[in-house]
């Protein structure tokens, strides 16, 4: 153990458990979402619909929208570690939940534009592109509003 390790305990995000930023028994209890959803808008659903009571009606401006997981506390804290507390090492784990969350129902376009909000690591770009790619599309564009400039 360094002296480092003593002033700066490294604790999980979630729990504040020490020896890792986000340890295995959160990462496990993390609430996936899983079908069945909302076609439209990525809700759960009792059952397959089309649109939900939450978008039904509603003028949308996107063909479909998916989350990994439900924004609860846990993933508040673990979100605000990552974005407010500058954790960068938690876009990996993030990539990885939504890289493993995803997978395309159809070959993918051949060439695909891939929009988020902000490009820190470009972790989880990477992560879907890679998942894109290997549903078929051979070009992948990413497109953000903000990039972290080192």
Known sequence: MSFLDILLPVRCVVCAAGGEQLCAGCRESLPLLRPPLCERCGAPTAWPVARCRECFGR???????????????????FVAAWKERGLRRLALEAAELVAGAFRSAAEAPSRVALVDDVYTSGATAAAAASALRK???????????ARVVR
């Open 135 to 145: 549903g078929g599309a051979r070009r992948v564009e990413v497109i953000t509003f």
């Open 59 to 77: 003028r949308l401006a996107f063909a479909s929208a998916r989350a990994a997981t439900e924004y609860d506390g846990s993933v508040r804290r």
